[in-house]
């Protein structure tokens, strides 16, 4: 949550909260769609892939928006938000720092997906955990756009999202990801 009450919006949405096999699972409903959300992070990969699947009503349109500080792991919440060059290759995405670290690239897998480049601060994100660690817990984020896709009973979403090469990142569809996990 911000100060704004940015990206909050979500959590009034949310019915239920579960684990598959240790995997994360989320319920939500909106407006007579129950939507799936699922999270699985493949074993000795960097890499991240987030499913969205309607379990019934739809279709749904999804509007997903990233948001990102790109600092070293052990640098403060704070540490100021600089530029990054956001490239496009087809459907493939690369979020770029000049600092060195590793480029974030994300792929939409979907159906009528699409990105609108759309770049937006986030003001006073909180962190709870480093709050309750008694660290810095407040800092800004950074957003290149957002990306839509449509879903449906048939149609799953999923963006992935990683810091390993294309290749590595190809080596898996989200079904196999979850099934290996």
């Known amino acids: 949550e911000t100060e704004e009450g940015e990206y909050a919006d979500h959590l009034q949405h949310l019915t239920n909260f579960r684990l598959d096999a240790g995997l994360p699972i989320w319920t939500y409903e909106v407006e007579g769609v129950t939507i799936e959300k699922r999270v699985v992070l493949p074993h000795r990969q960097n890499t991240t892939y987030i499913n969205y699947s309607v379990v019934s009503g739809g279709p749904l349109k999804l509007q997903l928006r990233p948001a990102v500080n790109m600092r070293p792991h052990e640098a403060p919440v704070n540490t100021p938000v600089e530029p990054y060059t956001f490239t496009v ?81 190809a080596a898996l569809n989200p079904k196999q990801a979850w099934d290996a996990e």
């Open 89 to 169: 290759r087809g459907h493939n995405y690369e979020l770029k720092s000049a600092k060195d670290i590793p480029p974030l690239r994300v792929q939409l897998i979907g159906n009528a997906g699409a990105v609108t480049v759309d770049p937006h601060e986030i003001h006073n994100v909180m962190y709870d955990v480093e709050r309750g660690r008694g660290y810095i817990w407040r800092g800004d984020l950074w957003s290149p756009g957002y990306w839509t896709v449509k879903i449906d009973a048939a149609h799953d979403a999923t963006i992935v999202a990683s810091t390993e090469s294309w290749q590595a990142m």
